[in-house]
């Protein structure tokens, strides 16, 4: 199954579930059969699930979960800011 993930305000991105079972080593996903996690899909995508929540159908949804989704949308909670160090203090 091709999953579109949709990290809002930055790039859309179209994953193969069968490739990212393929690439998960360490876990049993490959080994039983078993669907990625939302957890293997961000890291797909360099994101921490500690930076992000992953969302379907506008609901959210817990990270360990298998995908069951087409399409999943990421919101990022962390995104750089401006850097203003110093002018607090002139």
Do not use: F, W
Request: charged fraction near 35%; glycine fraction near 6%; proline fraction near 7%.
């Amino acid at each position: 199954m091709r999953v579109t993930v949709d990290v809002k305000g930055e790039e859309t991105h179209e994953i193969d579930l069968e490739a990212v079972a393929s690439e998960c080593p360490n876990d049993d996903t490959e080994a039983d059969g078993a669907t990625p996690t939302y957890q293997e899909l961000l890291r797909e995508i360099d994101l921490s699930p500690h930076e992000v929540s992953v969302l379907v159908d506008g609901r959210p949804v817990p990270e360990d979960q298998p995908v069951e989704s087409d399409h999943v949308t990421v919101l990022r909670l962390i995104k750089g800011g401006s850097d203003k160090t110093g002018d607090r203090n002139r």
